[in-house]
Each structure stands twice: as C-alpha cells, then as structure tokens.
C-alpha cells in the first residue's frame, strides 16, 4: 500500500527516507525538534511523518469536539426555537381556511421596491 501525499504537506516538512532514520536517528531526533515534524520517505515517496509528543497532543486536542462550544449552541438553538413559541401556537390554533390564506399569501412573489427617481 503507497500513500501519496499533496504536494503542499510534502513541500512543508523536511524529508528524511526511511534508510536515513534507521542509520542516524539522533539527527532526525533534532530535526523534529526543530521543525515539530519530518517527512519519512521510502523509495523517494511520502510514507510517514514523525513528528513530536507535543505536536501529537495538539492534533488530537484539535480533533476532539468542544462539547462545551457545541452545548452552547444547542441551547442558543433551542431558546430561538422558544421564542417563537406564540407564532407557532397561533399558527396550530388557526382554522384551515385561514392558514390555507396564509400560505397563499407567503408563496405569492413580492413586488419589487420602486426605486426613487
């Protein structure tokens, strides 16, 4: 199985083939470091990238859902729902003639705004 990166991931990370980390693994060590993560190649083709703990820990950070954000949300939803609470009661409490009215009136195209001379 090859993997093929975009050329703008591969254009940002120092490249490093896999026969290069297996003989001087320290220096990859400070590449990371240096630049948070490095390209692995294997036949002068993308196939891993090694990056650092805190880089690791910052993805997946960046991947979890805000469940606080989302929850924020969701009642900011539900309170705009509840608002129009006596629009929708009104709505159910009409009669069918009226609400058949109402929609005729919804759908029917507006008239353009004459434009001042």
Same mark, same amino acid.
């Given at each position: #199985?090859?993997?093929? &990166?975009?050329?703008?991931?591969?254009?940002?990370?120092?490249?490093?083939? *896999?026969?290069? &980390?297996?003989?001087?693994?320290?220096?990859? %060590? +400070? *590449?990371? *470091?240096?630049? %948070?993560?490095v390209l692995i190649t294997k036949h002068d !083709?993308?196939?891993y990238? &090694? #990056?650092?703990?805190? +880089?690791? +820990?910052e993805l997946q950070r960046a991947a979890e859902p805000d469940l606080g954000a989302l929850g924020s949300e969701f009642d900011a939803m539900l309170a +705009? #729902? !509840?608002?129009?609470?006596?629009? #929708?009661?009104d709505a159910f409490a009409m009669a069918p003639d009226a609400v058949g009215a109402a /929609?005729?009136? /919804?759908?029917?195209?507006r008239k353009p705004a004459r434009k001042a001379a």
């Open positions: #199985m090859s993997v093929f &990166l975009d050329q703008p991931v591969t254009g940002q990370l120092p490249s490093v083939s *896999a026969t290069q &980390l297996v003989a001087g693994i320290q220096k990859v %060590g +400070r *590449a990371v *470091a240096a630049h %948070g993560a !083709q993308p196939a990238v &090694l #990056m650092s703990v805190e +880089r690791y +820990r +705009r #729902m !509840q608002g129009q609470g006596d629009a #929708m009661a /929609a005729v009136k /919804a759908a029917k195209p």
